[in-house]
């Protein structure tokens, strides 16, 4: 199945969004082999609107999973193992593909472990806003302008060799699973089109729930993303500043948060 991907959608009450997100879906066409949809723990009516859309598209190969360790990595990962296409799509319950997403990443990038792509994402009050990843990987990383979930595309063999996503991290799990992806010799492409539509919902984003634990994590990722680079000997003076501007802009809004534990998780350089 070397042009084909398969698609998971973790879902934790998304009964606004689930439908659109599997329209998109569909929309992709041949390149899509399967869904899984995972449950966790869904307590509105996810569920029943995905079963009613199933029997209204019985030819879409779908299968509903359950996975009751509460966050999206984890549910991310219950299916993994189970994928028999070339590609995986990440793809959050909230988000939509765009046309020939995956069709066209495949066939631009086919040698790629992970193909970092653009995204619009449309705030609450319906503004939109083009992001495009930065085309040099370390620094992409580091500013977290590597794209996002919903418009990447992975290798699955190559997230299956890293064991999937980090089920103990409440945020920056992208940022997490990329970087470990380039530590094993991860090759990325970078793809500048808008590949899906990233919706901001009002509640249940963990940028929402709990912003003090996104911004430590964050930076502590920076700071171990850049304690490699050096250890490689891969990047420039200038990006080296470039870092340091990026771990610093975050610590400058991570201040109002936890500044004594972040100060503690941060490296000096």
């Not at 019985?58 to 296409?85: C, D, Y």
């Not at 063999?157 to 940022?175: D, H, I, N, P, R």
Request: negative net charge; hydrophobic residues 40%; aromatic residues 8%.
């Amino acid at each position: 199945m070397q042009n084909k991907a398969t698609v998971i959608i973790p879902c934790f009450n998304v009964e606004a969004y689930i439908i659109d997100c599997l329209d998109s879906v569909e929309l992709q066409g041949d390149s899509v082999n399967h869904t899984y949809i995972v449950d966790n723990n869904c307590t509105d009516n996810t569920i029943a609107m995905v079963r009613e859309w199933q029997k209204a598209h019985p030819a879409f190969s779908l299968t509903i999973a359950k996975e009751t360790t509460p966050g999206a990595p984890a549910a991310r990962n219950h299916p993994l193992a189970l994928v028999k296409t070339n590609w995986v799509q990440f793809l959050d319950a909230d988000d939509v593909l765009l046309a020939n997403k995956i069709s066209d990443q495949i066939k631009r990038f086919p040698d790629a472990d992970v193909i970092c792509a653009g995204g619009i994402h449309v705030a609450i009050d319906g503004t939109e806003r083009q992001s495009i990843p930065e085309p040099n990987i370390p620094l992409a990383l580091m500013k977290g302008q590597a794209g996002i979930t919903s418009s990447n595309l992975f290798s699955t063999t190559s997230v299956q060799a890293v064991q999937g996503w980090a089920e103990s991290l409440k945020s920056s799990q992208e940022y997490d699973l990329m970087f470990r992806l380039w530590q094993s010799g991860g090759t990325f492409s970078v793809d500048i089109e808008s590949r899906a539509l990233i919706r901001e919902r009002p509640s249940g984003q963990i940028s929402q729930r709990n912003p003090r634990e996104k911004w430590v994590q964050l930076i502590e990722l920076q700071t171990i993303m850049l304690t490699a680079f050096l250890e490689k000997d891969i990047v420039d003076s200038h990006e080296i500043r470039l870092h340091h501007q990026s771990i610093f802009n975050h610590l400058r809004v991570s201040s109002k948060t936890d500044f004594q534990r972040i100060l503690e998780s941060a490296i000096p350089f």
